[in-house]
């Protein structure tokens, strides 16, 4: 990750995207954080928690959307 990239959910090792099924498996702009307080409901371009940890690339480029 770059240095200059801000910390936001999307970019966190916590966050876990959502996903419906509408024929095939579609993001929705919303999703959570898998560390206690457990925070729900969360935008991926939201600033992150004080708990941000950097995500593994690998996960982003299999996982998240790419606008």
Do not use: S
């Amino acid at each position: 990750m770059k240095t200059d990239e801000k910390q936001t959910y999307q970019t966190c090792g916590y966050f876990r995207q959502h996903y419906i099924w509408f024929g095939n498996y579609t993001w929705v702009n919303c999703g959570h954080c898998v560390h206690p307080p457990r925070n729900r409901h969360c935008l991926p371009g939201m600033a992150a928690c004080g708990k941000w940890t950097e995500q593994p690339e690998d996960y982003r480029e299999r996982f998240l959307p790419t606008k």
